[in-house]
Structures are given as C-alpha cells and as structure tokens.
C-alpha cells in the first residue's frame, strides 16, 4: 500500500524556518512528481509547490516563492519542504501527495503535519 | 494564473437526491480538471480526473463533465457517505489551483 507519512510540524514565530519531511513507502519514488498542499484552519485547499520526478523542474504558488523551496532524495525516499521567513499566513495542515502518472492529480495524500506561525 | 470557482459554496440535499456542482476556469483548461471529496478531519480523495475519468473504486454514482472553462461534479443519488466538502483542482498549468470548495450538508 502507498504511504505517506508527513513530519516536522510545529509552532515557529513569524521570521523563523522549518523543514517538512514527508517518508514514501509502498511505490517507486522516484516515478512519480510530488506535491505539498497546504489548508489553513477552516479554509479550502491551497497548492503550493510540486517536483518532478529528478528533481529537475519546480513550480511554486506566487505566495510562496521566493520564501519555500521543495526537494527530495529518492535514494531515502522522501520529499522535502524548507519554508523560511514564514508568516501567520502560511498556517496550515500542509499535506504530502503523489501525482497520477501524466496528470497534475494527487491521487494518494499523506495525513498532514500541522504548521503554527505565531508569535 | 488560473483562478477556480466553485459554485455554490454550499448545498443541502437530501438522501437518494441528484446533486450537481459546478466549477468555472478564469481561461481554459481543456480537459485538466480534477475533483476531490474531504469529509472533515481527513485528508482529501481524488474522485474525478481529466473532468470524466473515474477514479479507481469510486462509486459511478460520482460523474465529471465539461471542457474548456466550465465543468460539473454530478452524483447521480446521494448516499449518507457523500455529505463532504468538494474541491474541483485545474491542472492545465502551474501553479494547479483549487477552488474554494462546495460544502454538501444533509437537508
């Protein structure tokens, strides 16, 4: 069965870093693009950034370019989200899902880790 | 970018009742629109892709239309299990927005 697994969640003040993680299991990892959503509490789904399957392309929502960088290590099977500068806006569950082969679908979701900025 | 709207923002249906959503591109996507069902607590599902493919073991009560800017979740009869939130997702093009979401509550 496919797994995702999110981790690093917590409270940062407004200015801080963090470094989600998310652990693939059950597929090869390194088939298929990733992507982060995010949901703010009580709020609709926001897409904030995909990689493909290398690594070599990116794409990021306005919001957060420039501030949030997404990566992986297929070698660990495991895809990365390094946010810096956060603001209480970037608020939310943020979950880990798998692409459908050519389609810009998240077929499979990970539980989310929730992110607090606050001060 | 390509802004989603979803219409309406919520709706109250009833058990065995034919309910339909509808989702509208800022320009067009051809066919690269998906839909999702969340019930609260947990993690969104992928019911529909490129507006009319079904997803594999969801129930053909769930159908997707439309090309081009507008596009329908219809469910052919509502079932206890179907009252969730529902977001349709563009992805013609980066960054793949959603839209805001349709709430499905029981009348």
């Known amino acids: 069965d496919v797994q995702l697994v999110e981790s690093g969640g917590g409270l940062v003040q407004p200015g801080g870093s963090l470094r989600l993680s998310c652990a693939a299991s059950?597929?090869?990892?390194?088939?298929?693009?990733m992507t982060w959503v995010r949901q703010a509490p009580g709020k609709g789904l926001e897409w904030v950034a995909n990689?493909?399957?290398?690594?070599?392309?990116?794409s990021y929502v306005d919001s957060v370019k420039g501030r949030f960088t997404i990566s992986r290590d297929n070698a660990k099977n495991s895809l990365y989200l390094q946010m810096n500068s956060l603001r209480a806006e970037d608020t939310a569950v943020y979950y880990c899902?798998?692409?459908?082969?050519?389609?810009?679908?998240?077929?499979?979701w990970g539980q989310g880790t929730l992110l607090t900025v606050s001060s | 970018d390509i802004q989603m709207t979803q219409s309406p923002s919520s709706l109250s249906a009833s058990v065995g009742d034919r309910v339909t959503i509808t989702c509208r591109a800022s320009?067009?996507?051809?066919?690269?629109l998906n839909w999702y069902q969340q019930k609260p607590g947990k993690a969104p599902k992928l019911l529909i892709y490129?507006?009319?493919s079904l997803q594999s073991g969801v129930p053909s009560r769930f159908s997707g239309s439309g090309s081009g800017t507008d596009f329908t979740l219809t469910i052919s009869s509502l079932q206890p299990e179907d009252f969730a939130t529902y977001y349709c997702?563009?992805?013609?093009?980066?960054?793949?927005?959603f839209g805001q979401g349709t709430k499905l509550e029981i009348k």
């Open positions: 899902t798998r692409g459908k082969p050519g389609i810009a679908a998240a077929v499979d």
């Open positions: 059950g597929f090869t990892f390194s088939s298929y693009w």
């Open positions: 990689i493909k399957q290398d690594g070599s392309e990116k």
């Open positions: 320009q067009s996507i051809s066919s690269y």
């Open positions: 490129t507006a009319s």
């Open positions: 997702q563009q992805s013609s093009s980066a960054p793949y927005s």
